[in-house]
Nanobody, 119 residues
Framework: QVQLVESGGGLVQAGGSLRLSCAASGRTASSYVMGWFRQAPGKEREFVAAIRWSGGSPNYADSVKGRFTISRDKAKNTLYLQMNSLKPEDTAVYYC????????????WGRGTQVTVSS
């Protein structure tokens, strides 16, 4: 069982920055893939970014590429999402997710943290 807890959400102005954190319980194995998703009211859940726990090149949705950066601190067992140049359309609940088998079928999810970007 893996527990994921997001934090760092809040209200920011357009053009501002915010850093989200996702704390994972226990020791995260190198085989894990960690990802960020978001869901706006009335919208489908959307992929944002993902990274393999062992390292390597991350993947980003086109809508956030160049603005968001996903990273992880293995010592702290924590995943991050640095969000820069925020836009009102980035407003959503952001979820941390994990696939312990190193694929794209995310089996564990956090409860989400709200990000609101004002115009």
């Amino acid at each position: 069982q893996v527990q994921l807890v997001e934090s760092g959400g809040g209200l920011v102005q357009a053009g501002g920055s915010l850093r989200l954190s996702c704390a994972a319980s226990g020791r995260t194995a190198s085989s894990y893939v960690m990802g960020w998703f978001r869901q706006a009211p009335g919208k489908e859940r959307e992929f944002v970014a993902a990274i393999r726990w062992s390292g390597g090149s991350p993947n980003y949705a086109d809508s956030v590429k160049g603005r968001f950066t996903i990273s992880r601190d293995k010592a702290k067992n924590t995943l991050y999402l640095q969000m820069n140049s925020l836009k009102p359309e980035d407003t959503a609940v952001y979820y941390c997710a994990a696939d312990p088998f190193g694929g794209t079928t995310y089996r564990y999810w956090g409860r989400g943290t709200q990000v609101t970007v004002s115009s």
